[in-house]
């Protein structure tokens, strides 16, 4: 498709919902809140205040532009990302082929669908441009942003159903390798965060790969040698581009399709989720350097095969799991269909030394590869829709530079606190719609009330007649409600730190409550189930919900009247809200918000300053 046949429904309906008069509600809603203390009245950033309303206020996002491509009403775009290398993660060096420097780089985006990558950017005259496009003979589901280590020319990685990984120059548009070796589609691609030349692959096979893009392929064969009949599994001929391999099925691994797989921010490890409800923390090996020159593949080579991971748990969500993100050294956030959870690893101080990326062992034991207990719960965020397969945005905490800081006090409303972003999709909604919310802002909410009953089938009850107590006695001295009854029961988390000393540069295990936010006011026990609440405990009319954990809603209300001034000229466009179905986060301030979808539509947010 040409560029220019992007349709940019904002050109003939200027005036956004966020411009509009408001209403007589919304300006009561808007009164009530600025007595509370808006973000523009008061002196605490918007990201650090609680939606107290759990509607689209609170927040200064404006959808600034909706682009359509009609020429594919079947077709969503499956993956969106900004370039992350901004600001103090600039590579070394600007390479030739981009006018200026890196700045000028920033807010720019890679989207891709089915046979294409289109790449645009976004700035402060032009939310949404489209700069070139690439066709490509592949379904795509995934991609990521990485560069060369020596020419730091950008690179776009990207894969799908075909299960082969394309490597993409950014500048010169053209396919520089494709790495061959998974057994089924590719569903996720992940860069080191310090290594720019490692990347690595989650699929179908049930497996994660870690691939080195400077490697070099199979030595030629000797007379008499042939290929490896064992491709495209685990011991495929790829030569040293691929380093390790996180084996499926076995004794430790994914029993289920992979779904998503993040690098440790510091360490040699890797978390992985997948669709048999499993979360696993790997060990990696020794990764190797960056080289200008490939290094031969010495004969006989084979990439480490690891079997079996630090931690592995089907405790923590009870369906599938389609997302996982490191928000420090031993705190993740993970994403079932119908909730995000925060949470404590709290055997990595037992696998890691302060200061070494490697691990302490490659075997654990097999309490932590089984189904292991050793995390902690922290919050729980039930987004209340299906929204499977459907990548969440994370924006990464940061402490800003000298030249950051000057930066951001022109633009005060930009974000410096993690973030994270989710599509939801909202049972009768037809609007198009975001949730965004702060992990630092969880508070303890209102706990239950204390029972008298006794527990059932407790030890006490079994000794009480033989040690002469009353019956009354007995119950006096175990006093516990429902939820405390199961978590009392369970194996489940053995240390934990509160939401307070979640900051990078904090020790796990600091303190150990036992138990976690939920978002309808209570305090879940660690062991407990998030997805049933007992009566027990709660006033006459329920438990308050719990405010910190409400998110801010971005919404693009001008969607249903902009397809139907197109449908008015003969356009068709897929109007059913739940057309969005990705989303992200431009680094390091948060100042732009991105969703994609059906019919490979983008919906651009803005901070409006």
């Not at 978590?487 to 303190?511: F, N, V, Y």
Request: hydrophobic fraction near 30%; glycine fraction near 8%.
């Amino acid at each position: 498709m040409n560029p220019h046949d992007m349709i940019d429904l904002t050109l003939e309906y200027p005036t956004p919902s966020s411009q509009a008069p408001a209403s007589s509600s919304a300006r009561s809603e808007a009164s009530e809140w600025d007595a509370e203390g808006s973000y523009a009245s008061s002196s605490l950033k918007w990201y650090k205040k609680v939606n107290k309303y759990n509607g689209r206020s609170g927040h200064p996002y404006v959808c600034q532009a909706i682009a359509v491509d009609p020429s594919e009403p079947a077709l969503r775009y499956e993956d969106v990302q900004f370039w992350p290398y901004v600001g103090p993660l600039n590579p070394w060096k600007p390479p030739k082929g981009i006018d200026g420097d890196w700045e000028e780089y920033d807010g720019t985006v890679a989207l891709c669908t089915q046979r294409k990558i289109v790449v645009g950017r976004c700035t402060d005259s032009n939310p949404w441009r489209v700069l070139w496009e690439m066709d490509i003979d592949d379904y795509l589901y995934t991609l990521a942003w990485t560069y060369q280590s020596f020419t730091c020319h950008p690179l776009l990685v990207a894969a799908g159903s075909k299960g082969l990984i394309y490597v993409i120059d950014a500048l010169s548009k053209r396919c520089l390798r494709v790495l061959r070796g998974h057994g089924g589609a590719v569903l996720r691609l992940a860069s080191h965060p310090s290594h720019p030349h490692i990347i690595a692959s989650t699929s179908y096979d049930t497996s994660t790969r870690i691939w080195n893009i400077l490697g070099s392929d199979v030595p030629p064969l000797l007379p008499g040698e042939r290929y490896n009949e064992n491709f495209p599994m685990g011991d495929a001929d790829e030569g040293n581009c691929l380093v390790a391999i996180l084996v499926g099925e076995g004794r430790g691994g994914h029993r289920g399709y992979v779904a998503d797989a993040a690098f440790h921010p510091t360490k040699n490890a890797m978390a992985t989720a997948g669709l048999d409800r499993q979360v696993k923390i790997w060990p990696l090996p020794e990764l190797p350097k960056a080289s200008i020159k490939p290094i031969p593949t010495p004969r006989g080579y084979r990439a480490k095969l690891i079997h079996l991971p630090l931690f592995s748990t089907s405790r923590l969500h009870a369906d599938f799991v389609d997302n996982i993100e490191w928000l420090n050294e031993y705190t993740l956030m993970s994403r079932a269909r119908q909730e995000v959870k925060i949470w404590e690893w709290t055997g990595f101080s037992r696998f890691f030394r302060p200061g070494d990326p490697h691990p302490k062992i490659m075997e654990p034991c097999s309490d932590d590869h089984t189904d292991s207990g050793s995390f902690t719960t922290i919050s729980v965020y039930p987004f209340g829709s299906d929204c499977w397969a459907m990548n969440a945005s994370f924006h990464r905490q940061f402490s800003p530079s000298l030249q950051e800081s000057e930066y951001l006090e022109k633009r005060e409303y930009l974000v410096t606190d993690p973030l994270v972003a989710l599509v939801a999709h909202r049972t009768g909604s037809l609007l198009p719609e975001i949730l965004l919310f702060n992990p630092l802002l969880a508070e303890d909410g209102d706990p239950p009330s204390p029972t008298k009953e006794k527990r059932a089938g407790s030890r006490r009850d079994s000794t009480s007649s033989s040690d002469g107590e009353s019956e009354d006695d007995s119950s006096a001295n175990i006093s516990l409600d429902s939820e405390s009854r199961a978590a009392t029961q369970s194996e489940e988390g053995d240390e934990t730190s509160s939401m307070d000393e979640w900051r990078p540069g904090s020790r796990p295990g600091a303190s150990r409550p036992t138990s976690y936010k939920t978002v309808d006011g209570e305090r879940k026990e660690n062991g407990s189930s998030t997805s049933s609440t007992s009566a027990e405990g709660k006033g006459p009319n329920g438990p308050r919900r719990n405010q910190s954990l409400e998110p801010w809603r971005l919404v693009a209300t001008d969607y249903q009247a902009l397809v139907r001034l197109q449908s008015r000229k003969g356009v068709r466009l897929f109007a059913d809200g739940t057309n969005l179905c990705n989303v992200a986060i431009s680094p390091r301030g948060a100042e732009w918000i991105l969703g994609v979808g059906q019919p490979c539509t983008v919906f651009v947010w803005k901070i409006d300053m």
